[in-house]
Nanobody, 125 residues
Framework: QVQLVESGGGLVQAGGSLRLSCAAS????????IGWFRQAPGKEREGVSS????????YYADAVKGRFTISRDNAKNTVYLQMNSLKAEDTAVYYC??????????????????WGQGTQVTVSS
């Protein structure tokens, strides 16, 4: 049974940092793309960042470039999202997801098959 469990969310002031973790079980994250998405109230779920574990290539949404960094720990089968210089507009529920067939780092939701339950990030201004 595949499980993705996010952690690390919370309340932070604008300008602060958080590191989200996505721990996988029942499925190795070594071959297929892993993505981070977020969904704010009343908005569509959007791709924030993703990584191709085969070559290390990454994708970042324009809104987070230069502030967020995605990384992997192979030994822990875990993916991280380091979020710096947080803004109020980063407030959302953050989800990690993994594909079971595609490696390309993509923000497209249809590419991802397994999703975590989400973790709330709230940035106060």
């Amino acid at each position: 049974q595949v499980q993705l469990v996010e952690s690390g969310g919370g309340l932070v002031q604008a300008g602060g940092s958080l590191r989200l973790s996505c721990a996988a079980s029942g499925f190795t994250l070594d071959y297929y793309a892993i993505g981070w998405f977020r969904q704010a109230p009343g908005k569509e779920r959007e791709g924030v960042s993703s990584i191709n574990p085969r070559d290390g290539s990454t994708y970042y949404a324009d809104a987070v470039k230069g502030r967020f960094t995605i990384s992997r720990d192979n030994a822990k089968n875990t993916v991280y999202l380091q979020m710096n210089s947080l803004k109020a507009e980063d407030t959302a529920v953050y989800y990690c997801a993994t594909s079971t067939w595609a490696s390309v780092a993509s923000p497209n939701r249809w590419q991802y098959d397994y999703w975590g339950q989400g973790t709330q990030v709230t940035v106060s201004s």
